[in-house]
């Protein structure tokens, strides 16, 4: 039976996903509980999981209500190293760890840098992975807590992810972030028709998000940040890839 992706948008620019197999579902993340309920109930489903990427109130406030919505026996899985500052967990899991969800294996990515302890889950089965704060739709989260290293070392993992990998990503901000991209690499003819296509499903009203990590690599400037091309447009041609990546990351965060 194959998986479907339900992409939830909630408070103003947040995004909780449902991962559906028949009529069983998992959360991850739970910004609010409405919207998530909302679709449970319309789509007739049982939530069996709740999947939490990081400890930011945006992520996790919903959990109390969204539990006491679907009833019955929910696992909540989340971070074994960000116990302390996280909803009581049924499930800790960390780097290279592995479980069982709807009958199928997801395995477990520290995608530190945004926060301490911000994992992403990665479900082969449904060449998916959701990346909440840490790989974004053309960007990535600020590093609050890491150092510009860590993000980069997990960028470095979710890049080596199949191609065809959909990123679940946990907000709205593609628009902003294809105007900064293109200041980066204006010349980059795939940035140009994706920052098109955007401005076109947002005149619409849609949403950007989930996204091909094959996308993600050919026009994410955060992503990039190892490549000569890029390096040579920022005069960084000898700096190590980290730097560069931190170089885009703190021009990012005065764009």
Not at 85 to 94: E, N
Not at 165 to 181: D, M, Q
Not at 237 to 249: K, L, M, N, Y
Request: proline content about 5%; glycine content about 6%; some cysteine.
């Amino acid at each position: 039976m194959a998986f479907e992706i339900v992409t939830v948008p909630c408070l103003s620019d947040n995004y909780a996903f449902l991962l559906v197999k028949g009529q069983r579902a998992a959360v991850v993340d739970i910004p609010e509980a409405a919207p998530i309920l909302a679709e449970v109930a319309k789509r007739e489903l049982t939530v069996t999981d709740i999947l939490i990427t990081h400890h930011h109130a945006d992520h996790i406030q919903g959990l109390a209500d969204l539990l006491a919505g679907v009833g019955g026996s929910v696992r909540v899985i989340g971070s074994s190293i960000d116990p302390h500052r996280l909803p009581d967990l049924d499930l800790s899991v960390g780097q290279g760890d592995s479980f069982n969800l709807l009958d199928s294996e997801v395995r477990v990515m520290d995608v530190s840098g945004h926060t301490i302890g911000h994992i992403a889950y990665y479900v082969p089965e449904a060449h998916a992975v959701f990346t909440a704060d840490s790989l974004m739709a053309l960007g990535c989260g600020r590093v609050f807590e890491g150092t510009m290293e860590h993000m980069w070392e997990s960028l470095t993992k979710l890049a080596a992810l199949p191609p065809d990998t959909i990123v679940c990503s946990g907000h709205e901000y593609t628009e902003t972030n294809a105007r900064f991209a293109l200041t980066i690499e204006p010349e980059n003819p795939e940035l140009q028709a994706r920052v098109q296509k955007i401005a076109d499903a947002r005149s619409r009203g849609e949403a950007t998000v989930p996204s091909l990590l094959s996308d993600e690599l050919a026009t994410n400037p955060f992503l990039r940040a190892g490549l000569a091309e890029v390096k040579s447009a920022l005069n960084m041609e000898h700096e190590s890839d980290a730097t560069v990546f931190g170089e885009i990351r703190r021009r990012k965060d005065s764009f």
